[in-house]
């Protein structure tokens, strides 16, 4: 709880108190509730609180609870900062980098508005700190996020890369992830409340000489009133390390301030 304290205080330290601007259902952000996000920031002095909750399921080993937190600041136009942790059950058992309790620290700069022959570009820069249980080492994000619509269908690329510190010996110390992915909003033009989004992804394995993880996932969000977002997601990691995730389930809420 003093971990969510923290993260709830330095959220003030983003910004300050800026008017009403409603949630947009059509907007992607990550884990809102895929890994998959687009090429656009959060508008200019808008707030929001991503709160979630997350089952991941594995071949070996025990299954996790995850309980993610994120609170996002549109600081400039077309900048937005992000702060967040997640807490996770059995705590001990992650062999992932990234660590319950770890504090997360991000910014999404949109570098251009998408036209008729050009997409959207974006890119992503995080930071890690080792905050957690049993964590060590910073490790650091560059992500580059491209989004271009085709009718009422948007289509999204993500290519990222980690810097990892901390790692033990037979792991990476840098890690790449791909993702290919899609939304539509259901309705369009005269009234949506819901968008559907799926996409399939690829990461390098944590420990060299493992194949890499390969999975897909499926989600949609829903827009319950114009400062909230509900979300739900399922996927699955059908090709990888022995350890991957053959299931994993996720639900979620945005509120705009």
Not at 83 to 89: M, Y
Not at 91 to 107: C, M, N, R, V, Y
């Amino acid at each position: 709880m003093k971990r969510l304290a923290v993260v709830l205080a330095l959220a003030v330290v983003l910004g300050v108190p800026a008017p009403v601007i409603a949630l947009d259902h059509k907007n992607l952000d990550e884990g809102r509730p895929l890994r998959l996000e687009d090429a656009y920031s959060i508008a200019h002095g808008e707030l929001a609180v991503e709160v979630g909750a997350a089952g991941v399921f594995a071949r070996r080993g025990p299954n996790r609870a995850v309980l993610p937190l994120e609170i996002v600041y549109g600081a400039l136009p077309n900048l937005h900062l992000a702060l967040g942790t997640q807490l996770s059950t059995d705590p001990h058992a992650i062999d992932e980098q990234t660590k319950s309790g770890d504090l997360h620290l991000s910014a999404l700069y949109n570098l251009n508005q998408e036209t008729l022959s050009l997409p959207a570009f974006g890119i992503k820069a995080g930071l890690n700190l080792p905050t957690g249980v049993d964590s060590s080492g910073v490790d650091g994000e560059l992500k580059g996020l491209v989004t271009k619509s085709f009718g009422d269908v948007s289509l999204h690329m993500n290519a990222g890369y980690a810097f990892l510190g901390g790692t033990e010996r037979g792991e990476r110390d840098g890690r790449y992830e791909l993702v290919l992915g899609a939304s539509y909003p259901i309705g369009v033009p005269t009234h949506t409340r819901t968008t559907l989004l799926a996409d399939v992804f690829t990461e390098q394995s944590r420990e060299h000489g493992e194949d890499n993880v390969v999975g897909a996932e499926v989600g949609v969000r829903y827009q319950l009133t114009p400062r909230l977002v509900l979300d739900a997601g399922v996927g699955t990691e059908f090709a990888g390390p022995a350890d991957r995730s053959p299931f994993f389930v996720t639900v979620g809420v945005s509120f705009g301030f």
